[in-house]
C-alpha cells in the first residue's frame, strides 16, 4: 500500500470531518450530505420525488396523483433551516401549453402556490418529507431509490481524514490507494488508515455487505489491521467520482474497535 505524503488539492482544505459515530457525517447546510437522488418509499410505488441539491439549495420535483386520479407534478426550492439537514420553500403547481406545440412558449406557464414543503433528512438513505397541497397535510418516510448497482472493483487514490476516539482530528489530507474487490452483495477494501493513537497508518482490511441507496452505496461488516487493530466498520456514502484523469472512490468510515475506541474515516 502506497502513500504519498500531503494531498495538496483544495478539497482537502474544505472537508469536515463527522461527529464520531454519527450516520450523517457532515452537518449543517454548506457541509450536509449530498441530497440529490431519486427517492421514494416501497409502500407506495408510483409516487416519487427527485431533490437536485446545489450550494445550500435543494430543487425538488414530486409526481403523485391529483384528487381525481390524474398524474400531477409539483416543484419547490428549498432553502436551509437552523435545524440540521433540513430545508423547507413554497410547493407550487405549474400548468403550460401541450409539449408538442413548437415554438413551445413560456408566456402560457402558469403557477399557482399551493403550500409548503419541508425535507429532513434523518440518515444518509432516509428522511422525513411533509409537506401540503390546498390545505392537505402529507408525511411520510422515503428513501433513496436504487435503479443501478455500481461497480467499485478497481484502486483508486484517496485522501484519508479522521476523527480519533471522541476527539475531532484533521490529518492535512494524506494521500493514499484505496482497494476495492466487489462481489454479489459483498464488498472488501483494503486502505491505509490512522492507528487509534494517530500516530501512523497501518493497512486495514475491510470485509462486509454491499447494498445500493440511490447513488450511494452502503457496507457493514469486519475488519483487521496490520498493527493487530480490528472491529466491526460501516461505509456510507460510497460513491466513485471523476476528478480530471483520475477516478476516485470515497467514503464515509465508522470503525468501532474492539477496544472501545470508535474512529470516523473519510476516504476521498
Known amino acids: ?21 454519527g450516520s450523517a457525517p457532515l452537518r449543517g447546510a454548506e457541509l450536509s450530505t449530498d441530497q440529490s437522488d431519486l427517492w421514494w418509499n416501497p409502500e407506495e410505488s408510483g409516487w ?130 484505496i482497494k476495492a474487490i466487489q462481489g454479489e452483495g459483498k464488498l472488501t477494501v483494503t486502505a491505509p488508515v490512522w492507528t487509534p493513537d494517530q500516530r501512523e497508518l497501518t493497512a486495514c482490511t475491510f470485509v462486509g455487505d454491499y447494498s445500493q441507496l440511490g447513488h450511494f452505496g452502503r457496507s457493514r461488516g469486519s475488519f483487521t489491521c496490520k498493527d493487530g487493530s480490528h472491529g466491526e466498520h460501516t461505509f456510507t456514502e460510497v460513491t466513485v467520482r471523476k476528478l480530471g484523469w483520475m477516478r476516485l472512490w470515497s467514503a464515509l468510515l465508522t470503525a468501532n474497535y474492539s477496544s472501545g475506541c470508535t474512529q470516523t474515516v473519510i476516504l476521498r
Request: net charge negative; glycine share 12%.
Open 1 to 21: 500500500m502506497r502513500v504519498h505524503g500531503t494531498f495538496h488539492l483544495m478539497l482537502a482544505l474544505l472537508l469536515a470531518v463527522a461527529a464520531v459515530g
Open 48 to 177: 416519487g420525488i427527485q431533490f437536485a441539491h446545489t450550494g445550500n439549495a435543494v430543487f425538488a420535483t414530486m409526481y403523485v396523483y391529483g384528487p381525481a386520479g390524474q398524474p400531477t407534478w409539483y416543484i419547490a426550492t428549498l432553502e436551509p433551516q437552523p435545524s440540521a439537514d433540513t430545508w423547507s420553500g413554497s410547493l407550487i403547481a405549474t400548468t403550460g401549453p401541450w409539449f408538442g406545440t413548437v415554438p413551445f412558449d413560456s408566456a402560457l406557464v402558469r403557477e399557482r402556490l399551493v403550500g409548503t414543503m419541508t425535507w429532513s433528512a434523518r440518515s444518509v438513505e432516509s428522511g422525513l418529507l411533509t409537506y401540503s397541497i390546498d390545505g392537505v397535510p402529507v408525511g411520510k418516510t422515503i428513501y433513496r431509490q436504487p435503479l443501478w448497482q455500481d461497480t467499485f472493483a478497481s484502486e483508486f487514490p484517496g485522501i484519508v481524514e479522521m476523527t480519533v476516539c471522541g476527539v475531532i482530528g484533521f490529518t492535512g489530507g494524506v494521500s493514499v490507494w
